[in-house]
Nanobody, 123 residues
Framework: QYHFVESGGGLVQPGASLRLSCTAS????????VGWFRQVPGKERERVSC????????YYADFVKGRFTISRDNAKNMVYLQMNGLQPEDTAVYYC????????????????WGKGTLVTVSS
């Protein structure tokens, strides 16, 4: 099955920054929207951000607006999530997944999930 490979996570202090990378494996990224999600063990998965395939339109959850920026480089078959001003509540495993063409107004319909990269924010 087609999937993503996430990387860039790590252990940082509050206020620090990280840049996560999402690389498509087995398919070309050009015609797909890509979403970033996160999940803490025992809690529900949250949609963090999304970027469309055609016009670059973006979505951000309220809890990351002004701090996180999603971008894509189709030539490299990659999507990025720049995370600034990280807080302890951002600690989670971060995943990326694909949706056809455009970001939906909900969190369903995503496919080709990666295995995630762990972000830990602690003082």
């Amino acid at each position: 099955q087609y999937h993503f490979v996430e990387s860039g996570g790590g252990l940082v202090q509050p206020g620090a920054s990280l840049r996560l990378s999402c690389t498509a494996s087995g398919f070309t990224l050009e015609n797909f929207a890509v979403g970033w999600f996160r999940q803490v063990p025992g809690k529900e998965r949250e949609r963090v951000s999304c970027i469309s395939s055609s016009d670059g339109s973006t979505y951000y959850a309220d809890f990351v607006k002004g701090r996180f920026t999603i971008s894509r480089d189709n030539a490299k078959n990659m999507v990025y999530l720049q995370m600034n001003g990280l807080q302890p509540e951002d600690t989670a495993v971060y995943y990326c997944a694909a949706h056809n063409l455009y970001c939906p107004p909900h969190s369903t319909g995503f496919d080709s999930w990666g295995k995630g990269t762990l972000v830990t924010v602690s003082s």
